[in-house]
């Protein structure tokens, strides 16, 4: 009983600490911002600093970060902020691929799909390896669906489960071999048995489509993203479902389609020995960078004898920056966070108002 008086007591005392740090950070930012003269913002990136440090202090910044929400983090920051100064942010966000190879090549171009947030900056995309850029392309094909599957009966654990969806492409035709699912932010088993077009340019189509549910309690509901391409996509990973046994007691339901920031990757690596590479994949929200992607999408891939792994590709949300336009001198301030397996650089430039 002792021991639990003295845990609370702690948690009040931190608690009582960090509110008199805020309000004292706070009292400090306030009163820079009420003078009239310049002096008082001798240093906007000092400010900037110190709300950065404030926010991880007290855990309010890698929740926003680690789900791309540049909105919400904009938010926080702006509470802190004095009225003189205004700012924008920018997350850079580097994942990491390995790819292996079972021989060696000289030349090979590698695909693969990953999974982008919304807001992406399209042309920031980069991948690196010993600090050298690799030459590169992109596809912006692919579509998503949400899927929301409520079990009825009991527990499923490992169990296929078939229904039929409603698929819409903008630009081009469906591409019928391209439908993955994703379900907990990993992906499952899927089969598509039949394919019904509705529409004269192939662009509406009806799909049967079989997947595997991992674990879903008895009441349980997720939410899992269909994802599917028009037009060109090497993606193919349907396989049989039939050792799996089915369940009926779940209901599905699925929204709109959307259009999805996962994108065809197209990697040009000189040279692969028979070893593995451990790639970093670059991209940003916030930035207006302008790359040139002069790879072409002419040049035959290889991928045979070829295996890339993700440190994470889950299907991904946000929310859009502010992309405010800065004026007069501009201070930039930078830290980086590790978070769920990505390395962030979280960037602010500051200015004044007037």
Do not use: H
């Amino acid at each position: 009983m002792v021991l639990k008086n003295k845990k609370a007591f702690i948690k009040t005392i931190e608690a009582i600490l960090a509110v008199l740090f805020v309000s004292g950070l706070f009292s400090q930012i306030s009163q820079r911002s009420s003078s009239g003269t310049r002096e008082a913002f001798r240093s906007p990136s000092s400010i900037g600093f110190q709300i950065i440090n404030l926010l991880d202090s007290l855990d309010k910044i890698k929740s926003p970060i680690e789900d791309f929400d540049i909105t919400a983090l904009e938010s926080k920051i702006s509470l802190f902020m004095p009225d003189r100064i205004n700012f924008k942010t920018k997350m850079e966000y580097t994942s990491f691929i390995t790819v292996s190879s079972d021989d060696e090549k000289n030349y090979s171009v590698i695909y693969f799909p990953y999974n982008f947030p919304d807001y992406l900056d399209t042309n920031s995309v980069q991948i690196f390896l010993d600090r050298n850029i690799y030459n590169i392309n992109t596809k912006w094909n692919w579509f998503y669906k949400l899927v929301s599957i409520k079990n009825i009966g009991g527990t499923i654990i490992n169990k296929s489960y078939s229904t039929t969806i409603k698929l819409q492409t903008s630009k081009e035709p469906l591409n019928e071999t391209s439908l993955g699912l994703f379900i907990d932010d990993e992906e499952v088993p899927i089969n598509c048995t039949n394919i019904q077009y509705i529409s004269t340019n192939n662009k509406t189509a009806l799909a049967i489509v079989e997947f595997v549910i991992p674990f879903l309690k008895q009441g349980g509901i997720k939410t899992a993203y269909l994802f599917y391409a028009e037009g060109f996509t090497p993606y193919n990973v349907y396989t049989s479902i039939s050792g799996y046994t089915s369940t009926s007691g779940v209901i599905t339901s699925s929204g709109d389609s959307l259009q999805s920031k996962r994108a065809d990757i197209f990697l040009a690596v000189p040279s692969l020995k028979n070893d593995s590479s451990k790639f970093s994949l670059k991209y940003s929200i916030g930035s207006t960078k302008t790359m040139l992607y002069n790879l072409s999408l002419n040049n035959s891939f290889n991928s045979d004898n070829i295996a890339v792994t993700f440190a994470e590709n889950k299907p991904k949300t946000g929310t859009a920056p502010s992309y405010k336009t800065s004026s007069g001198d501009v201070y930039t301030v930078k830290r980086v966070f590790p978070i769920n397996k990505n390395d962030v650089e979280l960037s602010m430039d500051l200015w004044y108002k007037w």
